[in-house]
């Protein structure tokens, strides 16, 4: 199983950065061939990929040196869908580059909605079924600008086992599970996602498991959970 890692600050510093890769390196214990991470600044993602051991990911992200961030996106993957390479690593990120997305998991109905991309003309830079989540994340989000309910409306189209962490330019990262772990790490002016506790456990003891078939929203403040079809949902607090 891959690692996923999520975060929001209150503020824009390097903490996301810190966080994500922190999280990834207690992860590293799943097994991995590449890497990614994506930063949120107003308007904008910085999203910087790497193939090999985490530690390419981190001199990538020192080379290139992103802007402050307030919400951050990682995540180390198996290539069980496409071969180890950049373009196929995660995140990935919808046609204008404003959405990022990774997923753990398998979405088995992934050619039928290929079909529909190409039908629209979008075009894929991978050979994976994440980036086509990622595009339909962005075709949602179209219908009404909120990014909780496109997630959900996403997910419910979805077959297969997945967890799915999707994000913006802005201080919202959404998230959805069906037959794969998710777990919210609660802080105080931040918030955390992970695959595994031990994603945000230098920073939190205080946590949430999400029930089946949920969806949840965090920013720096506010932890939202929703079933898929948008109706509220509790999730099940614990101590790390």
């Known amino acids: 199983m891959c690692g996923i890692v999520g975060h929001v600050a209150c503020q824009a510093s390097q903490r996301s950065r810190q966080v994500v890769l922190d999280g990834l390196s207690r992860l590293e214990y799943r097994g991995y061939d590449s890497a990614g991470i994506a930063l949120a600044r107003p308007g904008e993602l910085d999203v910087i990929k790497a193939v090999g051991k985490l530690v390419n990911l981190r001199e990538a992200v020192d080379s290139e040196a992103p802007a402050d961030a307030y919400a951050g996106i990682g995540h180390t993957r198996w290539a069980t869908h496409g071969r180890p390479i950049v373009a196929n690593a995660h995140p990935h990120v919808s046609p204008d580059g404003r959405f990022a997305l990774v997923h753990n998991g398998i979405i088995e109905n992934y050619p039928e909605l290929a079909l529909e991309l190409d039908r629209q003309g979008i075009f894929r830079r991978s050979e994976t079924d994440t980036e086509i989540a990622a595009h339909h994340l962005a075709l949602e989000y179209a219908k009404d600008g909120n990014l909780l ?74 932890v939202t959970v929703v079933d898929f079809e948008g109706r509220p949902a509790e999730g099940k607090r614990f101590e790390v």
């Open 149 to 222: 309910a496109a997630m959900c409306r996403l997910a419910s189209r979805l077959q297969g086992s997945f967890t799915l962490v999707g994000m913006a330019g802005d201080s919202e990262v959404v998230a959805a599970r069906r037959n794969s772990p998710l777990v919210v790490g609660l802080g105080e002016g931040e918030n955390f996602l992970g695959s595994d506790v031990a994603a945000f456990v230098g920073s939190t003891s205080d946590a949430l498991e999400l029930g089946q078939d949920t969806a949840v929203s965090i920013t720096a403040d506010e």
